[in-house]
C-alpha cells in the first residue's frame, strides 16, 4: 500500500521521528533503518513495519505500507545529512541463536559505529550471536545500525552478563600482559566466548582475571588497535 | 606561554575554527586535533603550534602558546559534541619515509573513520607509509584525526596515483574473484603495496586488472568487510 504524507506534523511521521531516540524505541520495542540494501535485508528476516520513501518502491509486499514523502520531510526521520531516500521503521526482534559456540561478548563497547562494525564482522564470520554488556551502547542507535550494514536482521543479538553464558564454553579475552598467548599460537576452541573491551579501558578486570585464555595481538609504534580492528583480527583467527 | 581568550571573535580563535573547513586546512597548511593523548603524540613529533585549553598543562614547551579559553569557547574549535579540554593546531608535515617496503594504498577511501582508523592500523602493524589516491576524502579531516589516535603525527603520507610507486613492489589487491587465493594461502613478499579500495565499490578495475597478487578473505552470510577491518586482517597475515 502506498500513502502521500505531506505534513510535517503527520502522526506516523512523527513517530518515526521519536525513534531517533533511545528511550522511545525502548518503549515501541521499534528501531530506524535506512537504504535499500538495508531494507532488503529487513525484508528478508521480516523486520519491516512501514517505509518512508522520496518515490515507490518495487516488491515490497502490501500489508507494508509505503509514505510518500518529500526531501524535506525525509530529513525528519533520517540521521544522516544526505538521506539515501529510504528510511524505515523495524520491529525490534529477540532473535533465538539455534547454537551458541562462537559467541562475542562486547563488554561496555561504547561507540555505535564500533558496536555496528562488530556485528557486521560477526556475521560475516558466521558467529552465532553477540551478547551486549550492561554499560554498552545502543543496539539499535543510528549509528550502530548503519554501521552493522543490516546485519542487526539476522544476527542474533543477547543481553546479559557473561557469567549467564559461560557453562560450557572457553572465555577468550585479548591482554596485553605476560601470560597472553601470541595470535599466532591460539588453539580454537570449539565452543567459546570472545570478550572484546571498552574502547578506553579494555576488558573489565573481573572478566580479564577469570578468562580461559588470554592472548594478543602483536603491536608497535602504538598503544592499542581499534577495538574492531581487533575483533576481526579475533575473528579471523578463531575460525 | 599562557594567554587567555575572551572573546569569541579573538583572530586566534577564528583562524583556529576556520580549519575545521578543508580549504583553509589547504591554505594554511594547518590542522586541528584534540585530547591530552594525541597532544602527547603531537607534542612528540614536534607539530603542535599552539593550544585552546579551558586549564594550564604542564610540561608544554615554552615557546608554544596554551590559550586559556572557556568551555563555551573551545566548543568553536572543537569538533565534538564534548571535548575534552583540549584543542590544538598542528601544522601538516611532508614526512618522508625512510623506506617503501610495506605499504598501504588508499583507492578512493570515502570515509574519514575508516580513513583514520586504516592509519592507526597501518602505524601498529609498522607500515611505512600510507598513500592516498585522488578522490579520496581528506586525511586531516577531523573525522580522520580523531581515528587515527595520533598515528597521523608519525605515519609518513604519501599522495598519489599507485603507478608512481609500483616499481620493485608486488601490488596486493583483496578481490573476490576466482584467481584470488585464500588469505591463509598468501605468502608474504619483500616490498609491496597492500591496496584497500573504495566502501561502495571496492578496487579500481584498472588496480585489479593489473595487480600481482589478488586475495580473499572468507565470508558467509553477508557481502563484505567494513574496509578498515579487511585491512586490519590482511596486514596481520601479511607480516
Redesign the interface.
Known sequence: MIKEITSKDNNKLKHAASLKEAKYRKEYNEFLSEGKKSLDMALQAGNVKEIFTVKPIKNIPDDITQYLVKEELLKKVSSVKNPEGIVFVCNIVNRKPKKLNKVVYLDHINDP?NMG?IM??A????YDAIIVSEGSCDVYNDKAVA?S???IF?LPVLFGDINEFREGRQVIVSALNEKAVD?NDLEKPKSFILVVGNEANGVTKEILDSADIATK?E????????V???T??LM?HLR
Chains 1, 2 share one sequence.
Open positions: 559505529g562494525t557486521r564482522t556475521l560475516a564470520f558466521d554501521a550494514k543490516g546485519a539476522s595470535i595481538i603491536i608497535k609504534n602504538i598503544d592499542s588497535l581499534n574492531a580492528i581487533a576481526g583480527i579471523d
